[in-house]
């Protein structure tokens, strides 16, 4: 009777496990092919994302800069009123007025005002003096708008021109060295017309010379001269002559330092300064020296020397040169181009320090380099950025390198009204202060209202943040901040000012709506021969520091009186102020491709203003990878150190003139070295509404990025970027996008790293489909537990995936895409999911950019299912074994045959009724 049971028990349970298992043969297709697969094609495109676009922007209002300078509201800067001298003393100031008016001008005059200078164009206002205590009375003139401190001011090639794409690409490929009909202002220390590189000077307005302009707000001199050497070294970086020196004389260190506080006794001083070699041969180095010390009365008791020189070569040489003679000569052959050092030994008796007085044994030095350099092309080796633009030369800083806001506003002024008598269509603004000057921002704001491209240094106070100069930090000008110039490596120097904003004086952040600074520019750095320019043939006067041994402070005061060693020499120089120049030159080729050197055309926008700032956004290469962008490229975004990168001169005037046509490929070579091409550009015609792709194909060991920018900038002349594609390294780049106007769109490709050549192709694209698709676990597998990892494997046709989505019971969840192929059209997508038991449905979404394909998915989830079965399995072979061996002896042949008949008449019966149960669902 029991084996009765058991045997029934058996049979009833091997039904429904054979059950399953046909209802499971039945849901499993054979694979999961696309060709079996139902695919819903959506009806809906997906619409193109705009990766950036410009943030909701507040209008340039003085008004919100006034609440942060006068808190009281009375209309006068704080630090006026908090001005520590007596009421009575007369005080600097300078004059906003809301619209020019001479009763305010009387007004002022009447309560003892000195009227100075008067302003129209730059701003409304005047500068002047009145007595402190007379202040409050001012601003009682309705007509005022603000009343603040007449503040003072400092000023903060041969690489260069090649880490910019000029030399020889823009030059050779386009021509573009700047027009000879337009110029460049040097709102600075002034022009010296007697250099080779800044000659002549015709007369004002004469356009055959290469200064056709010239106003002194300082001294009021008739014709140019500077008396720093500031400004003649910017205005030969950004349009000097190309010259073809037979023989090159390079000062390339000056330096003056005198010791107080020693006691009695002799002391070693040395210096170590670089130069550069640029070709193998005979080299002369000189260095000229002068006791400088200051003595205490009339008896002599201090004195100093240079006492030798050791020269380092990049190959491991050392050149001593020893004896006191006065200047050094060493002659070497240089085996090797590069940077060679030098080490200047000096020699300081004292006598003794007096308290309370600056004395004590000082020295000053001169180092120049003498080589022979011939040019290659029709160049010469030392060229400005536009060597064919002309120059006007504005000086507003006087022979320190220093100037007032008042003189700043008077050369301003002059150059707005004036801009069109010499077509000055660019400036330079290459001082700053570190706190914000209302009339200085809002006379170089006019610059810009007034159709001049301003490019101003950003400032040499990094690397903290927020210490962008006033006025670069003005949201249309061009802020510069400075990247080394490539001798050892390539970044932005660690003094180049940061953002994203500047400070008020009261160190509160003076936020805007843009960060800054906008772009580098080759500055120099202090371990390499930097920038090289033009000296002024006035004189080699220099800075003297005077050095408290004592108390460790440093003050700063000009030496004088020092005669020209030699003419039409060059120097190296670092700072912003020297980006900015750069700038300034590339303004001047940009805008001469844009107008084809036609003045004419040149119509003193805004608007043309601002197209040229985009230009060199836009194009810029990034270079930087500190720490304040994580280690990493920022791929399209602004950042606090280089902002959009550093300028790439070749890339701006190609993304004007290189017009992209559809279904044409182009190829270029771009690369990691410092002096090559590292951004493509170029235009293209699109229509609205239609979609387009564009295909990047890289270097496989290579990482270079695709972008889609608007053809019109926002209102600060930032570049709209619209799409982009940053895949990593060694794969392509390939992004849809369907614009909605008609007309003219920006391409640029930029190298992140690695080099190679790519092939770029744009082509109109209408259809989408899928080729392949293969899911894990398949459409209907049976599975025992809920949680489930998915994988799908996608291959459209035409473009690419963006997401794939898995829609069950109520939730969409987003896979991750773990692997695609180089050109984006096959690509693997995972994911973990919970399911239903027993029969679980959904949705698979994939989203490509023209099209989302939906498909219909399931799974049959019956927990621990694979141990039930073993578990039956296992009891069902024991019993058979156990039952089959006692029919084996009794009746093995009746035993077999009635197992057959009972095994098939059960199947019959199970089919019948899965057969019944599948129609029952039916209904």
Known sequence: MYNIVSFAFCVILMK????????????????????????????????????????????????????????????????????????????????????????????????????KKIYKSAINGYSGKIPKKMLSELAKDQNILFIQPNIKYRARMFNAVKLMGLKPYVWDNYGYVGSGNMSVAIIDSGLDPTHITLSPYYGDGNFSGKIIGWYDAVNGKGSPYDDNGHGTSIGSVVAGNSVKYNETMIQFAQFAIVIDGLSVGEYSFLTTEVFPVFKTGNITLIVKWKDVSIQPSATKIHSAEVTGLIIYTPDGRTVKVNGVTNPYIASIKANATGIYKVEIDMTFKSGGTVEGKDDGPGVAYWAFLKTNLSSSNEYGVYSGVAPGVKLVGVKVLDANGEGDTEDILDGIDWVISNREKYHIVAATITFGSTVVDVATEEAVQSLIDHGIVVAAAAGNEGPGENTINSPARLEQVIAVGASSDGWLSLNVTN????????????????????????????????????????????????????????????????????????????????????????????????????????????????????????????????????????????????????????????????????????????????????????????????????????RVSVPDDADFDLYIWDYNPDQFGQPVLLAKSTHSSGQDEYVVFSPKRDGFYYITIKQISGSGRFTFKASMVNEESLKRININPPKGALVDKQYQHLSIEVEVANTYVNNVTLGIGGENITLIETWTSKDGRDSVWEGNATFQLFSASGKIIIDTPLKIFVIDYSLIVIPNYPLIIAGVAIVVIGFASYEGYKYYQRKKEERLKMVEEEAKKISEEVIEEVLEEEEEGKK
Request: aromatic content about 8%.
């Open 495 to 694: 003094w180049s000012s940061r953002g994203p904003y500047s400070k008020y004086p009261d160190g509160s952040i003076a936020v805007t709506n843009v960060t800054k600074p906008d772009i580098v520019a080759p500055g120099g750095d202090f371990d390499e021969p930097a920038i090289i320019c033009s000296d002024n043939d006035r004189d080699d006067n220099l800075d003297l520091y005077i050095w408290n041994y004592a108390t460790d402070t440093i003050k700063s005061v000009k030496l004088s009186g020092i005669k020209d060693s030699y003419k039409n020499d060059l120097i190296v120089v670092r700072g912003t102020s020297i980006s900015a120049a750069q700038v300034g030159g590339v303004l001047a080729v940009v805008i001469d491709a844009i107008t084809n050197g036609d003045w004419s055309k040149w119509n003193y926008t805004t608007s043309d203003v601002l197209r040229v700032k985009q230009l060199l956004l836009m194009t810029a290469w990034e270079i930087y990878r500190g720490k304040e962008v994580g280690g990493k490229a920022t791929r399209g975004q602004s950042d606090i150190v280089e902002g959009y990168g550093l300028v790439q001169v070749d890339a701006a005037v190609q993304a004007y003139k290189n017009i992209v046509q559809l279904d044409e490929s182009y190829e270029e070579n771009l690369t990691y070295k410092r002096f090559g091409k590292h951004v493509w550009a170029g235009r293209i015609h699109l229509e609205a509404n239609k979609s387009y792709i564009f």
């Open 16 to 115: 429904k496990i054979i059950g399953i298992l046909i209802i499971l043969a039945l849901l499993i297709p054979m694979n999961s092919n696309i060709k079996i697969i139902s695919i819903k094609q959506s009806s809906l495109s997906k619409p193109i994302k705009v990766v950036q676009t410009s943030n909701k922007v507040i209008p340039h209002n003085i008004n919100e800069v006034l609440k942060k300078l006068d808190r009281d509201g009375n209309k006068i800067q704080d630090s006026l009123e908090t001005a520590s001298i007596s009421n009575e003393e007369p005080i600097d100031v300078i004059v906003l007025l809301k619209k020019y008016s001479a009763d305010s001008i009387e007004y002022f005059e009447s309560l003892g005002g000195e009227i």
